[in-house]
């Protein structure tokens, strides 16, 4: 049996729902895209002093030799995160990628199995690195995924060919069987549901996205007020956005597909409920929302509450109101904001009530400013 069916096997055994085998040379269309709009990704180049992750400079992924001078193959392997429910309460609210785990510091069966297939490689003597290279491309090369105008990768065969999966790339310096590549969009030519769908624009055209638009870029990698603009269209979302795959058309029937409900998720849906997260310690913000949800640093708990506010504003009902009135005494100007912002935008007497009685003892001007906006239609 060949090393390249010996590792695909592998892969499989694992629980990885598809594998493939991708050439290494440079992806000059990866290059090409980033040095035609720059100003869209420069945001990441010092992403580590307001988020739980490294700096983010695209251009390093152009070429995988990089990151190891010797590499000869990808081998990509495709991981589903849709293959339980979730829990209702946080539909709208939080990304499923996300609530599933992917790649959060919890320790769960996703990480353990990127271990295993990395050590499974190592031990044949195969010099490895995970992650370094375009996942959606480098899926598309090694034939396990093709495109749609959302951006997203789609599954060829696995998760009834669904875009609810992710491609994660390993470079290696052994010279292995190429597969096939898949570089198309298989949407129909007329459809734009999902740029429909996006309610910032941030999907301006097929295969086209501004990432500093994007709902789940605002939700956390925003660092101080989401523009007042933003915040009606962001609905519920407190952590990513799933709006343009729960519009495509290639995604409805695995959505509607039974699956068993993910229990785990089941037990923890209450520690991120929107009131929750609104008044939330610092304690069960490290223990119970930090550990699965990262991207936001510890000590910026009140992007979160920022986040919740908005949501809350949105969702409109009046038993959150206590909750919000008790934000117009956070100790954060930018939670005090953002819920005042949410009041306004519920109205009624009791939200009125509360801004007026803030305003006269706000001492941030820009706290000051936020009431006295969200007065002018409460």
Same mark, same amino acid.
């Given at each position: 049996?060949?090393?390249?069916?010996?590792?695909?096997?592998?892969?499989?055994?694992?629980? !990885?729902?598809?594998?493939?085998?991708?050439?290494?040379?440079?992806?000059?269309?990866?290059?090409?895209?980033?040095?035609?709009?720059?100003?869209?990704?420069?945001?990441?180049?010092?992403?580590?002093?307001?988020?739980?992750?490294?700096?983010?400079?695209?251009?390093?992924?152009?070429?995988?030799?990089?990151?190891?001078?010797?590499?000869?193959?990808?081998?990509?392997?495709? $991981?589903?995160?849709?293959?339980?429910?979730?829990?209702?309460?946080?539909?709208?609210?939080?990304?499923?990628?996300?609530?599933?785990?992917?790649?959060?510091?919890?320790?769960?069966?996703?990480?353990?199995?990127?271990?295993?297939?990395?050590?499974?490689?190592?031990?044949?003597?195969?010099?490895?690195?995970?992650?370094?290279?375009?996942?959606?491309?480098?899926?598309?090369?090694?034939?396990?995924?093709?495109?749609?105008?959302?951006?997203?990768?789609?599954?060829?065969?696995?998760?009834?060919?669904?875009?609810?999966?992710?491609?994660?790339? !390993?470079?290696?310096?052994?010279?292995?069987?190429?597969?096939?590549?898949?570089?198309?969009?298989?949407?129909?030519? $007329?459809?734009?549901?999902?740029?429909?769908?996006?309610?910032?624009?941030?999907?301006?055209?097929?295969?086209?996205?501004?990432?500093?638009?994007?709902?789940?870029?605002?939700?956390?990698?925003?660092?101080?007020?989401?523009?007042?603009?933003?915040?009606?269209?962001?609905?519920?979302?407190?952590?990513?956005?799933?709006?343009?795959?729960?519009?495509?058309?290639?995604?409805?029937?695995?959505?509607?597909?039974?699956?068993?409900?993910?229990?785990?998720?089941?037990?923890?849906?209450?520690?991120?409920?929107?009131?929750?997260?609104?008044?939330?310690?610092?304690?069960?913000?490290?223990?119970?929302?930090?550990?699965?949800?990262?991207?936001?640093?510890?000590?910026?708990?009140?992007?979160?509450?920022?986040?919740?506010?908005?949501?809350?504003?949105?969702?409109?009902?009046?038993?959150?109101?206590?909750?919000?009135?008790?934000?117009?005494? $956070?100790?954060?100007?930018?939670?005090?904001?953002?819920?005042?912002?949410?009041?306004?935008?519920?109205?009624?007497?009791?939200?009125?009530?509360?801004?007026?009685?803030?305003?006269?003892?706000?001492?941030?001007?820009?706290?000051?400013?936020?009431?006295?906006?969200?007065?002018?239609?409460?």
């Amino acid at each position: 049996m060949s090393l390249t069916r010996i590792i695909k096997e592998k892969a499989l055994e694992l629980g !990885f729902v598809a594998v493939g085998v991708a050439t290494a040379e440079p992806f000059t269309l990866y290059a090409e895209e980033i040095a035609g709009r720059p100003e869209m990704y420069a945001w990441g180049k010092t992403l580590s002093q307001r988020a739980s992750v490294r700096d983010l400079d695209v251009t390093w992924f152009v070429d995988p030799a990089r990151f190891i001078p010797g590499v000869r193959s990808l081998v990509v392997v495709t $991981d589903s995160y849709f293959e339980e429910d979730f829990p209702p309460s946080l539909a709208g609210k939080i990304g499923r990628c996300y609530l599933k785990g992917l790649f959060c510091p919890e320790d769960n069966f996703h990480s353990q199995r990127r271990r295993e297939l990395k050590k499974f490689l190592q031990e044949r003597g195969i010099k490895t690195i995970y992650g370094p290279a375009p996942a959606r491309l480098s899926g598309a090369r090694a034939g396990v995924t093709d495109y749609g105008k959302n951006c997203f990768a789609f599954a060829k065969e696995a998760a009834g060919r669904s875009s609810w999966i992710v491609n994660e790339p !390993f470079l290696v310096d052994r010279e292995l069987e190429p597969d096939s590549p898949s570089l198309r969009v298989e949407c129909p030519e $007329d459809c734009r549901k999902c740029m429909e769908a996006c309610p910032t624009g941030a999907l301006y055209a097929p295969l086209k996205m501004d990432p500093r638009k994007c709902i789940a870029y605002q939700t956390y990698f925003s660092p101080g007020e989401i523009p007042r603009e933003v915040r009606s269209k962001m609905g519920t979302w407190v952590y990513g956005c799933d709006l343009c795959q729960e519009a495509c058309p290639r995604n409805q029937k695995w959505m509607e597909k039974d699956k068993p409900m993910n229990s785990k998720l089941l037990e923890r849906a209450s520690d991120f409920s929107l009131t929750r997260l609104l008044t939330m310690s610092q304690d069960h913000y490290e223990k119970k929302v930090w550990p699965l949800l990262y991207y936001i640093r510890k000590e910026n708990r009140k992007l979160w509450q920022r986040n919740a506010a908005v949501a809350l504003g949105n969702q409109g009902d009046p038993r959150a109101i206590p909750a919000l009135v008790s934000a117009l005494e $956070d100790p954060e100007p930018l939670v005090r904001a953002h819920a005042a912002w949410a009041l306004g935008k519920m109205g009624g007497k009791q939200a009125r009530g509360a801004l007026e009685k803030r305003r006269q003892l706000e001492e941030d001007e820009g706290v000051r400013k936020e009431i006295e906006d969200s007065l002018n239609y409460a």
